[in-house]
């Protein structure tokens, strides 16, 4: 199997079965996010103690790229800091927006190789949005500020 028949692979199995795929309900941060060119909607959850993510989800109705980026995005997200999350996301959405992203410290190398399925995205600019879209997301519910009330499951 080559490289690009793995990569294809790894994003049809996180869009067909998506990892932390529910609601949270202790989430103390959350944020809606919707692509315009679509009509997708998704939403990430997070519990965030201090400045690390303890725990995190999403939910939403998106195309196999969208769910595979917001899947791959919570898998690798938690336990990491907000300025961990915050430096694999520049370096994510410089790859996929301009083909390249600065080099990511040693400790998250591991990381950004695990995004590299999304990043042929690059060459179709209509999908930066799908690939981007959870994280853009992330970045609305961090600085949204706290929800105080419990996440309503229905
Ligand atoms: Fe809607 Fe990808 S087509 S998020």
Redesign the pocket.
């Known amino acids: 199997m080559d490289l690009r028949d793995l990569y294809q692979d790894i994003v049809l199995d996180h869009g067909r079965h998506p990892r932390n795929f529910r609601v949270l309900t202790d989430a103390n941060h959350l944020a809606h996010g919707h692509?315009p060119?679509?009509?997708?909607k998704v939403t990430v959850f997070l519990r965030l103690e201090d400045d690390r993510i303890a725990d995190i989800s999403f939910d939403g109705k998106?195309?196999a790229?969208?769910t595979a980026s917001a899947s791959l995005m919570t898998e690798i997200l938690l336990g990491k800091t907000l300025a961990e999350a915050s430096t694999l996301f520049g370096h994510f959405h410089d790859t996929v927006t301009k083909g390249d992203g600065a080099d990511l410290p040693p400790d998250l190398v591991e990381d950004g190789e695990r995004l590299l399925p999304l990043t042929g995205v690059k060459s179709y600019p209509a999908?930066v949005?799908?690939a981007t879209?959870a994280w853009h997301t992330l970045e609305a519910a961090v600085k949204g500020g706290g929800i105080a009330q419990p996440v309503k499951t229905e």
Not at 37 to 40: A, F, R, S, V
């Open positions: 692509n060119l679509c009509g997708d998106g195309c790229i969208s999908r949005k799908c879209l």
